[in-house]
């Protein structure tokens, strides 16, 4: 299975932006659908948006809709969250995810589909 390490998470000011970075381990990082998800404490972990092995598919939860763009660099390994506008609700362990296979076009959505998982970094927004 792929290896995940996140990056960028950090403590910002309500408006402001953070950009998460995902590095995976392994040479076939383009076949892997990918995914951003965020544990709140006391919450579930929730989707935060997907992207397709070919990178032609997104998909975003309501919340983040127009202010968060996912995005992979397949010659490097990596897939990137970028966050814009963040709110205090924004805040939570953010964790990337990994699944390999699907269509060009697939997207997950639940965290059931993935099983490699990064160890999570932690985003903190003040108001």
């Known amino acids: 299975q792929v290896q995940l390490v996140e990056s960028g998470g950090g403590l910002v000011q309500a408006g402001g932006s953070l950009r998460l970075s995902c590095a995976a381990s392994?040479?076939?990082?383009?076949?892997?659908?990918m995914g951003w998800f965020r544990q709140a404490p006391g919450k579930e972990r929730d989707i935060v948006a997907a992207i397709s092995w070919s990178g032609s598919s997104t998909d975003y939860a309501e919340s983040v809709k127009g202010r968060f763009t996912i995005s992979r660099d397949n010659a490097k390994n990596t897939v990137y969250l970028q966050m814009n506008s963040l709110k205090p609700e924004d805040t939570a362990v953010y964790y990337c995810?990994?699944?390999?296979?699907?269509?060009?076009?697939?997207?997950?959505?639940?965290?059931?589909?993935?099983?490699?998982w990064g160890q999570g970094t932690q985003v903190t927004v003040s108001s």
């Open positions: 392994g040479r076939t990082f383009s076949s892997y659908a």
């Open positions: 995810a990994a699944r390999k296979g699907g269509s060009s076009l697939s997207t997950y959505l639940t965290p059931y589909e993935y099983p490699s």
